[in-house]
């Protein structure tokens, strides 16, 4: 695989490196994520599903009862641990927490990072099936949620590999990156 932004030397073999997908809400990343470990025979995980089961409770109740900087504590010390301690895994981050700089090294330094590109009109489509289980959308405007989208893909910018997945299904989006991903595994170490 030619990766478009070569990772960071770790010392981490290329073939045991995390594969961590990143991008804006709603981008696919639970969906592909999970698609893509089924085909590559990693284990998959979820970082708000394994926030959710660490706390017991969904995302929306944490961040009713205790507040956004709760859950961005919560999201740092899972994915900063993780990054350190879990190897061959396919991991998928909330749409957040890309935003974190210390998470933002973790992932570069230690994984391979897939950002899942999406087009804001194509976003558009997908806003309604978010919206209940998504508490940033809800204190915001069309037209705020359309500058955290600009803002955030300056930041999904700084990653190892980018796909489109405006025009494509899961399926076909997981197969092209499980292709890419098993082809560098013969050639890289
Ligand atoms: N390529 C695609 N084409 C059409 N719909 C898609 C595609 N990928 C995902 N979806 C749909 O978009 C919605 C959001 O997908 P998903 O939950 O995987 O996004 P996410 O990136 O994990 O979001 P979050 O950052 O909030 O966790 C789901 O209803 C899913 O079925
Ligand atoms: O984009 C975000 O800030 C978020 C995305 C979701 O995956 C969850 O992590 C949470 O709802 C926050
Ligand atoms: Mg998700």
């Not at 700089?101 to 899942?116: D, K």
């Not at 915001?140 to 999904?156: G, I, N, P």
Request: with cysteine; proline share 4%; net charge negative.
């Amino acid at each position: 695989m030619i990766l478009s932004n070569p990772p960071f030397s770790s010392g981490i073999p290329f073939r045991q490196k995390n594969i961590i997908l990143i991008g804006f809400m709603g981008a696919g990343k639970t969906t592909i994520g999970q698609l893509l470990a089924q085909k590559l025979g990693r284990e998959f995980l979820d970082a708000d599903h394994e926030i959710e089961a660490l706390h017991g409770m969904p995302v929306t109740e944490i961040f009713r009862t205790m507040g956004e900087p709760a859950f961005r504590q919560m999201e740092k010390e899972y994915l900063t641990t993780l990054c350190r301690s879990e190897r061959e895994k396919v991991v998928s981050l909330g749409g957040g927490s890309f935003m974190q700089e210390e998470i933002r090294e973790s992932c570069l330094s230690s994984g391979i990072v897939y950002h899942l590109d999406l087009s804001w009109e194509a976003w558009l489509g997908r806003f309604e099936a978010l919206i209940d289980t998504r508490p940033i959308l809800q204190s915001k405007s069309l037209a705020e949620v359309e500058e955290m989208f600009a803002s955030r893909k300056l930041v999904y910018a700084d990653n190892h590999h980018t796909i489109d997945v405006d025009a494509r299904t899961p399926e076909q989006i997981a197969e092209e990156m499980a292709q890419q991903i098993q082809a560098g595994w013969t050639v890289e170490r």
